[in-house]
């Protein structure tokens, strides 16, 4: 197989694009990667990409998918995908629901993993009802 190997910079601007940023877990990874093994590097980057850009599914589907299959994972990663739901145009109310759909597959610990996600990254809705 011929692919011509992707630079780290261009590596680190799908998550920009996809995310807002690369975090930092993943810099660090693609960082060692690219000095160890570039082709693999490469190659798993473009099915990660290819995986996550599908031309069947919008991105804020996408990103509410994943955010889901994390929670159930009880995965850091994901907050991420919260991220980039939002930032493809997700609700506080989608990522809830998101939220449920996992809780009813992992339990309690993806529902309260959600929790803490969405309220750091939606912190005015920690407000008490009339408060």
């Given at each position: 197989?011929?692919?011509?190997?992707a630079?780290?910079d261009?590596?680190?601007?799908?998550?920009e694009?996809?995310?807002?940023?690369t975090?930092?877990?993943?810099?660090?990874?693609?960082?060692?990667?690219m000095?160890?093994?570039?082709?693999?590097?490469?190659?798993?980057e473009?099915?990660?990409?290819?995986?996550?850009?599908?031309?069947?599914?919008?991105?804020?589907?996408v990103?509410l998918m994943?955010?889901?299959i994390?929670?159930?994972q009880?995965s850091?990663?994901?907050?991420n995908?919260?991220?980039a739901a939002?930032?493809?145009?997700?609700?506080?109310?989608e990522?809830?629901?998101s939220?449920?759909i996992a809780?009813?597959f992992?339990?309690?610990?993806?529902?309260?993993m959600a929790?803490?996600?969405?309220a750091?990254?939606?912190?005015?809705t920690g407000q008490?009802?009339?408060?």
């Open positions: 197989m011929t692919k011509k190997i630079e780290l261009e590596l680190k601007s799908r998550y694009t996809m995310i807002g940023f975090p930092p877990k993943i810099a660090k990874r693609l960082e060692l990667g000095r160890v093994d570039p082709a693999l590097v490469t190659a798993l473009d099915w990660r990409i290819a995986a996550l850009t599908p031309t069947a599914l919008d991105q804020k589907t990103q994943s955010f889901a994390l929670l159930v009880t850091e990663a994901a907050a995908h919260a991220k939002i930032k493809a145009g997700a609700t506080l109310e990522l809830h629901a939220a449920g809780a009813l992992r339990g309690v610990a993806a529902f309260n929790g803490e996600i969405l750091g990254l939606f912190p005015e008490k009802a009339g408060g």
